[in-house]
C-alpha cells in the first residue's frame, strides 16, 4: 500500500495503490489505484472528483465520481455487478464524501483536538454507508518513537451493499493509530487493522518521506 498526500491552504490531492503480493495475491489478486482531489474551505475537506480503477480475481472495476458545491453527487461505474444490492438513492448521497478525504479529516482533525469522535457519510461509487471514529487507549508500537494515538473504527452499512447481508458483520471494524511524525497539520497512520472475509489485516507504516525528511521504520 502506497499513498501520496499533496496539500495546500486552498486545496489536496490524495492517491492511493495496492497490490496484493506473495499468499495474498493467491486469494485476492488484487490491483487498485484511488484518486482524489478537492478544496479547503474555512479548514473542512471538500472533494470535487474520484476516480478509482480496481482489479480483483480477474474483474476489472471503474469509478468516477463528482461532487457539486451544492452538495450534488454524481457517479459512474462499470461494469455492472450481478449480485443483488439495495438500491442507493441520489438523496442518500447528496453531501457525501469519499473514503480517502475521510481519513485526511481525521488526520488533521486530531491535531486540532486530540479526539477521534467523528461520524463521515461516505459514497464509494457503489456503496453508501457511515464511518464512524471513536477515541481507543494510547498505544506505543515498537517501531515508533512516543506513544500512538488509536481509533477505533465502525461501517454502518446504509445501501448498495448485498441485499442478504447485513450491517453487523466483523468486515464493518477496523482500527486506526495515529503518530505526529514531522511537522504538519495532519498525523500520520502508523498502523491499520480491518477485518475481511479471509481474516484480520494489519498494515504497518514502512516508509514516511515529507517535509524534506525521510523514515524507514520497517525493513
Not at 453508501?128 to 473504527?153: N, Q, T
Amino acid at each position: 500500500m502506497t499513498a501520496t498526500v499533496d496539500q495546500s491552504h486552498q486545496g489536496y490531492a490524495i492517491a492511493a495503490e495496492t497490490e496484493t503480493r506473495g499468499l495474498a495475491d493467491l486469494f485476492l489478486a488484487l490491483r487498485s489505484r484511488l484518486d482524489v482531489r478537492g478544496r479547503i474551505s474555512d479548514g473542512a475537506l471538500l472533494p470535487e472528483a474520484m476516480q478509482a480503477e480496481t482489479h480483483r480475481r480477474g474483474l476489472d472495476l471503474y469509478t468516477r465520481i463528482d461532487y457539486g458545491v451544492d452538495g450534488t453527487v454524481t457517479a459512474g461505474t462499470g461494469p455492472p455487478l450481478n449480485r443483488p444490492a439495495v438500491p442507493v438513492t441520489a438523496a442518500q448521497i447528496r453531501g457525501t464524501i469519499d473514503q480517502l478525504t475521510v481519513y485526511l479529516a481525521l488526520a488533521r482533525h486530531l491535531v486540532s483536538s486530540g479526539c477521534c469522535a467523528l461520524t463521515f457519510a461516505v459514497f464509494d461509487g457503489r456503496r453508501r454507508y457511515d464511518l464512524r471514529f471513536a477515541d481507543a487507549p494510547s498505544e506505543v508500537l515498537p517501531h515508533i518513537d512516543g506513544p500512538a494515538r488509536v481509533c477505533r473504527m465502525w461501517r454502518h452499512r446504509i445501501a448498495g451493499f448485498p441485499a442478504d447481508s447485513n450491517g453487523n458483520e466483523t468486515t464493518d471494524q477496523g482500527k486506526l493509530w495515529l503518530a505526529r511524525l514531522a511537522p504538519a497539520d495532519l498525523m500520520v497512520p502508523v498502523r491499520m487493522e480491518f477485518a475481511s472475509e479471509f481474516g484480520t489485516f494489519t498494515a504497518d507504516l514502512a516508509e514516511l518521506r515529507g517535509g524534506g525528511k525521510y523514515f524507514r521504520f520497517l525493513e
